[in-house]
């Protein structure tokens, strides 16, 4: 069974910062287009950000752009999302995803794989 698994989550201060890494093995990593996605209590699972598979192309949701940085390392076939002046509304349980095709990015159909996810928490 094909698994993600994120790591990296935890209790941080409004301001502060966390990496959240997401390693997908067992496949040619480099091949496929990595997503992040949270989903805060109450709520549904909304886009955080998006890399393509040689990294050359990223997006993000407008909640999180100018804070946020994905990147990706294909060697030790990781994914990252950088972290920085978190805010109390991006409590949330972090998922990264995969997909090998090419789609909407922002979108969870898009993507054939997940994670479980980690949950990370921002205190006021």
């Known amino acids: 069974q094909v698994q993600l698994e994120e790591s990296g989550g935890g209790l941080v201060q409004a301001g502060g910062s966390l990496r959240l890494s997401c390693i997908f093995p067992?496949?040619?990593?480099?091949?496929?287009?990595m997503g992040w996605f949270r989903q805060a209590p109450g709520k549904e699972r909304e886009f955080v950000a998006a890399?393509?598979?040689?990294?050359?192309?990223?997006y993000y949701s407008d909640s999180v752009k100018g804070r946020f940085t994905i990147s990706r390392d294909n060697a030790r076939e990781t994914v990252f999302l950088q972290m920085n002046t978190l805010k109390p509304e991006d409590t949330a349980v972090y998922f990264c995803?995969?997909?090998?095709?090419?789609?909407?990015?922002?979108?969870?159909?898009?993507?054939?794989?997940w994670g479980q996810g980690t949950q990370v928490t921002v205190s006021s």
């Open positions: 067992g496949r040619t990593f480099s091949s496929y287009h």
């Open positions: 995803a995969a997909t090998f095709y090419k789609r909407d990015a922002s979108r969870q159909a898009s993507y054939d794989y």
């Open positions: 890399i393509s598979w040689s990294g050359s192309s990223t």
